[in-house]
């Protein structure tokens, strides 16, 4: 298989946007933006650094517009869909993932635990409705398992949120 380093959740992230469709990084930070983004943070720049890894390490092939902008589209290659199956494919792992939750921090550390359980609430039920809503827009289409399911995992998540944040106040 193309390149000697390890993929990383990011590398996964491009190959697995880039499957179905070829783009641009800035194409790219757009369907970050629409879904994969409400869980896994992607900095825009790690976008634009890892396609030219993964296109220089055979998992992408690179076109350069000839005039004008000379943007750069890639698409997934051969190895690139067999790295990405691979992943896919792979047992989960038992190593439970990290919370980052600067909420969750500041509590830790002593903040005035009504005052951020009010914020904390707020911005919780914000979110909550936001993606109830995406739901309700949803309901009459044919949507992919995956993102549904994350869809559903990311409104039970809201609100268990919103349960333990009330229940400081």
Known sequence: MPGDRELTPTSYIVLGLLADE???PY??????????GNFWTVQHAQLYTETARLAEEGFLNEHREAEGRRRKTYSITRAGRKA??????????SDLPEVRDPGLLKLY??????????????????????????????SGFEVP????LTLDAGLA??????????SLL
Do not use: I
Not at 124 to 134: G, I, P, V, Y
């Open 22 to 24: 070829p783009g641009t």
């Open 27 to 36: 194409d790219l930070k757009a369907r970050v933006a629409a879904g994969v």
């Open 84 to 93: 990405l199956s691979a992943w896919l494919a792979e047992e989960a792992e």
């Open 109 to 138: 550390m002593g903040a005035d635990r009504k005052a951020l359980a009010a914020a904390q609430v707020a911005a919780h039920k914000a979110r909550l409705k936001e993606w109830e809503n995406l739901k309700m827009a949803l």
């Open 145 to 148: 398992e995956g993102p549904g």
């Open 157 to 166: 998540y809201e609100r268990m949120s919103v349960k333990f944040w009330s």
